[in-house]
């Protein structure tokens, strides 16, 4: 509980707007953004590959169900799990990325978008990854069972309606709180903190539903062998090339091969 929070306490500022230590008051002018980092054309090219495949690593999963239309061996409570790590680093993403695209208007966009591709593939691996609940449902074949089909069904709207309410305080908290505003960086800070904790456990469920099935089902081998190491450049482009640490929440999936 200790470590919990010390953890807590000291990952506020990881979640930061950057830019805001400097303009507190979230005014900004074209000599203001010199905290945009200039991204060489090669880190620019190689982010362009990372999101291309980010997009690409999932289509092995879609394409198995669509073949077998058959969503036994999936876990919902994983995908569920994940639909609420998606949300919450979009909204991050969003909070903490809004000066990076203030400054477009300033800088232009050749300038600012380089820095937005971590950005960017944020909200692709969102796109590509959200569906898949909806896959889920549309293909299990017992649509009896409560635990694995109608919680799941149930679930889901209420996961829907939370997710609007938290990716509209977005443009919410920009109008009224502005870029910089204390509360602003203080929703940043609890997206953050809740898809971090998502991406820690949300792989739980579907562990324990391959070992008790002793088969991976629907489960896609092929998108597991892609994204594993996919994810992992990914996270280290966001880390050592973009310096946004603070977005691999969304990224960072542990390697998992079962059988």
Same mark, same amino acid.
């Given at each position: 509980?200790?470590?919990?929070?010390?953890?807590?306490? &000291?990952?506020? +500022?990881?979640?930061? %707007?950057?830019?805001?230590?400097?303009?507190?008051?979230?005014?900004?002018?074209? $000599?203001?953004?010199?905290?945009?980092?200039?991204?060489?054309?090669?880190?620019?090219?190689?982010?362009?590959?990372?999101?291309?495949?980010?997009?690409? $690593?999932?289509?092995? =999963?879609?394409?198995?169900?669509?073949?077998?239309?058959?969503?036994? +061996? !999936?876990?919902?409570?994983?995908?569920?799990?994940?639909?609420?790590?998606?949300?919450?680093?979009?909204?991050?993403?969003?909070?903490?990325?809004?000066?990076?695209?203030?400054?477009?208007?300033?800088?232009?966009?050749?300038?600012?978008?380089?820095? !937005?591709?971590?950005? &960017?593939?944020?909200?692709?691996?969102?796109?590509?990854?959200?569906? =898949?609940?909806?896959?889920?449902? !549309?293909?299990?074949?017992?649509?009896?069972?409560?635990?694995?089909? @109608?919680? /799941?069904?149930?679930?889901?709207?209420?996961?829907?309606?939370?997710?609007?309410?938290?990716? +509209?305080?977005?443009?919410?908290?920009?109008?009224?709180?502005?870029?910089?505003?204390?509360?602003?960086?203080?929703?940043?800070? %609890?997206?953050?903190?809740?898809?971090?904790?998502?991406?820690?456990?949300?792989?739980? /469920?579907?562990?324990?539903? &391959?070992?008790?099935? @002793?088969?991976?089902?629907?489960?896609?081998?092929?998108?597991?062998?892609?994204?594993?190491? +996919?994810?992992?450049?990914?996270?280290?482009?966001?880390?050592?090339?973009?310096?946004? /640490?603070?977005?691999?929440?969304?990224?960072?999936?542990?390697? !998992?091969?079962?059988?």
């Amino acid at each position: 509980m200790i470590f919990l929070f010390l953890l807590i306490t &000291t990952s506020f +500022g990881f979640f930061k %707007v950057p830019g805001c230590e400097e303009n507190p008051d979230g005014e900004f002018s074209e $000599s203001d953004f010199d905290f945009v980092p200039d991204l060489s054309t090669l880190s620019f090219t190689i982010g362009l590959v990372i999101m291309i495949g980010t997009i690409l $690593s999932v289509i092995p =999963q879609y394409v198995k169900l669509i073949r077998t239309r058959d969503s036994s +061996g !999936l876990s919902p409570f994983y995908l569920l799990i994940q639909f609420i790590n998606q949300v919450t680093t979009v909204a991050n993403a969003c909070i903490t990325n809004a000066t990076y695209i203030h400054s477009c208007v300033y800088i232009g966009f050749s300038q600012c978008f380089p820095v !937005l591709v971590s950005w &960017t593939q944020i909200m692709l691996l969102a796109m590509v990854y959200l569906p =898949q609940i909806f896959f889920y449902l !549309l293909f299990y074949p017992n649509k009896k069972e409560f635990i694995l089909f @109608k919680l /799941p069904l149930i679930c889901l709207p209420i996961v829907i309606i939370i997710s609007i309410i938290c990716l +509209g305080t977005v443009p919410l908290l920009e109008f009224t709180d502005g870029e910089c505003g204390d509360i602003t960086g203080g929703f940043a800070f %609890v997206y953050g903190i809740i898809a971090a904790v998502c991406v820690i456990i949300q792989w739980s /469920p579907q562990i324990y539903m &391959t070992f008790r099935r @002793k088969a991976a089902g629907a489960l896609s081998m092929l998108m597991l062998s892609i994204t594993a190491p +996919g994810m992992t450049v990914l996270t280290l482009y966001m880390i050592f090339i973009t310096k946004q /640490p603070r977005l691999i929440s969304s990224s960072f999936n542990p390697p !998992l091969l079962l059988t």
